[in-house]
DNA sequence: TTATTAAAAGACACAGAAGTCCTTTAATAA
DNA sequence: TTATTAAAGGACTTCTGTGTCTTTTAATAA
């Protein structure tokens, strides 16, 4: 559905939501590492979130990044919006150049129901949703690692 | 959602479904036309859709691409397993390696409902489903033409 | 002030999807 | 049988997303 640097963004905006504060941040590698990404591949998608005011970072000793906003100020379409742009939730899904409701494609219908409920979703989910969803323990960000027992 | 190729090759099956007939196939050149879609690109998909019995061929004089079997028989999951695979119904909405029910991303449970609803109707719709739809007037599989009126 | 640390920035490499081109194969009409 | 037609097949190019590497900039600690 999105980007592999969508998906990367989405996870590295709730982790440092996680685990960062202004007094301790969270450096590239750390977060990497953490998540399973590549690190420099990492520090792109961080530094393009920077750019967009989604996170903060400071450079040099005890620098990295952080949040200064509240987690639940941003939207996870936000974050996809950045990365990948909203195509998805607007274009066809069996790729036409025009699908409207007045020159529909067979699957339009049916799949406009479905892209507008996603759309609502990403609106309505904020980081802090999935920080309290991963607090509470009821879901992961981090890979399973091998052996892990769940 | 899926590949430019996958989309082509539904395109072209409803198509050659809606016009095609044993006694009076369409060539490469007239599908990709009437699609919009690049011609020897095409031909690949068209290829690939023959080599798996979803469509048949033949070559030469009047030969052309046509159906031999009903179209409600080929179901759209068909056509997009051998495209891009299945692997969108399976994978998480995060990218994450392992995600499951028991170590869930914290989009988990939302993304299910979504994948698991367009998984049903890709298995239930056929390609006569859509060639229904399309003779019927009710929807497109042709790119709207510059100034046409819907 | 200087050395160190860590992000910013840009150039580069790689892989797969998308698209093109040319030759071969096979079917049919003359 | 031969010429023609149209798909099959393979090599190739282009583009984009993904990933790597090196240098520069800026913040802080000593």
Not at 31 to 40: G, K, S
Not at 91 to 117: I, R
């Amino acid at each position: 559905m999105f980007s592999k640097s969508c998906n990367y963004a989405l996870r590295a905006s709730v982790f440092i939501a996680c685990k960062a504060t202004k007094d301790s941040k969270l450096s590239i590698k750390t977060i990497a590492e953490e998540l399973d990404i590549p690190t420099p591949y990492m520090g792109k998608i961080l530094q393009k979130l920077t750019k967009n005011n989604i996170i903060q970072s400071v450079k040099g000793p005890n620098g990295g990044f952080y949040l200064n906003k509240n987690g639940a100020d941003i939207t996870l379409i936000h974050i996809i919006e950045v990365l990948d742009g909203l195509e998805f939730f607007t274009s066809c899904g069996l790729g036409m150049k025009e699908c409207s409701d007045t020159h529909p494609c067979p699957l339009h219908d049916d799949y406009k129901v479905f892209k507008d409920h996603l759309w609502d979703l990403f609106k309505r989910t904020t980081v802090a949703d999935f920080v309290g969803s991963v607090q509470g323990g009821s879901s992961f960000i981090k890979n399973l690692s091998f052996g892990q027992k769940v």
